[in-house]
Nanobody
Framework: QVQLEESGGGLAQAGGSLRLSCAASGSGLSITYMGWYRQSPGKQRELVARISSVGNANYGDSVKGRFTVSRDKAKNTIDLQMTNLNPEDTGVYYC?????????WGQGTQVTVSS
């Protein structure tokens, strides 16, 4: 079993920045991918960014060039630095990990961007 603890998020103005962090814990972790998804009002859940165990990162089209994902493999943590935020970035952001072939989701953290 994997536990995910998310932190960060909150309120920001358009053009501002926020940082999300997530720490994974559990016994015998063997995490391949860590990432972030978001659920925006009226939209389907979508990939924001994910990063592999060797540091290869993928981003959703809407955040490319604005968001940066990083990972500390030794600590099993992932960070998402979000810059140049816009109101369309508003939503609940979920930390995800793939461990032992299974996908785990965090509880989610709210990000609200005002115009």
């Amino acid at each position: 079993q994997v536990q995910l603890e998310e932190s960060g998020g909150g309120l920001a103005q358009a053009g501002g920045s926020l940082r999300l962090s997530c720490a994974a814990s559990g016994s015998g972790l063997s995490i391949t991918y860590m990432g972030w998804y978001r659920q925006s009002p009226g939209k389907q859940r979508e990939l924001v960014a994910r990063i592999s165990s060797v540091g290869n990162a993928n981003y959703g089209d809407s955040v490319k060039g604005r968001f940066t994902v990083s990972r500390d493999k030794a600590k099993n943590t992932i960070d998402l630095q979000m810059t140049n935020l816009n109101p369309e970035d508003t939503g609940v952001y979920y930390c995800t990990v793939i461990n032992g072939g299974s996908l785990y989701w965090g509880q989610g953290t709210q990000v609200t961007v005002s115009s």
